[in-house]
């Protein structure tokens, strides 16, 4: 069966280190996704891409970076952690037609 | 302003019971979708069902439909016989056109649902 996947699901850091969240699918989407979930703001878009080599920001992608080089892979970078960034991350992705997107498990980051 | 409005932080429901939440959206685009998804307490996001704009018919998957009354602008979910197993949270979303042809997805803040046994 198709899936999305990301790794690590759980993760610590410390304030200034690079860290990078793995998100693999294998819908053969073009659309993915990357989302934050925080308590009293919902989601929010942080960077998304409609295919290989085209990435776009979302409404929070200040301290956040990432590139697609094939259809099944958007790794999500933090370039210096910052305690702001603890949260729930979630990569999504999506074809045409109504666009559902359909969510991985979940990666949740906590930055000391 | 593009926006998802859900009212209820909070709603109770008898197991077996029918249960609404209410879903309000604002966007001036004339084509848009909207999708309620599911988040139980392990913390994945679960699609449930799609309503596009231009659809005449409420969508019904299962146990799940959606009330759409475009006028009113409002996407109100239904759940049917409710299940111990329907308490999670449940988000409201609508893909919307941003920045020339890129869509994307606007939520709301979610409505959490407690069913009772």
């Known amino acids: 069966d198709a899936e999305i996947t990301q790794s690590p699901r759980h993760k610590i850091t410390e304030t200034g280190r690079q860290v990078t969240l793995a998100c693999h699918q294998t819908?053969?989407?073009?659309?993915m996704f990357w989302y934050r979930q925080d308590l009293g703001h919902g989601l929010r878009l942080i960077h998304y891409s409609y295919g290989v080599q085209d990435t776009n920001k979302g409404e929070v992608s200040d301290g956040y970076s990432v590139s697609r080089s094939n259809t099944e892979d958007l790794p999500l970078t933090l370039e210096s952690a910052a305690s702001s960034q603890t949260s729930v991350y979630f990569c999504?992705?999506?074809?045409?037609?109504?666009?559902?997107?359909?969510f991985g498990p979940g990666t949740r980051l906590l930055v000391l | 302003a593009q926006k998802i409005t859900q009212t209820q932080p909070g709603m109770f429901v008898q197991e077996k019971e029918a249960v609404t939440l209410d879903c309000t959206y604002d966007?001036?685009?004339?084509?848009?979708?909207l999708f309620w998804y599911k988040q139980p307490s392990s913390g994945e996001m679960i699609f449930l069902i799609y309503?596009?704009?231009?659809d005449e018919q409420n969508a019904t998957e299962g146990r799940y439909s959606l009330n759409f009354q475009k006028a009113r602008k409002s996407a109100n979910l239904v759940i049917s016989a409710s299940q111990l197993g329907d308490s999670a949270m449940y988000f409201c979303?609508?893909?919307?056109?941003?920045?020339?042809?890129?869509?994307?997805?606007?939520w709301g803040l979610g409505t959490s649902l407690a069913v009772n046994p």
């Open positions: 999504a992705s999506s074809d045409g037609g109504q666009e559902t997107q359909y």
């Open positions: 819908w053969n989407h073009n659309n």
């Open positions: 309503q596009g704009s231009y």
């Open positions: 966007t001036s685009d004339q084509s848009y979708g």
């Open positions: 979303a609508m893909r919307v056109f941003h920045a020339g042809n890129n869509r994307k997805l606007i």
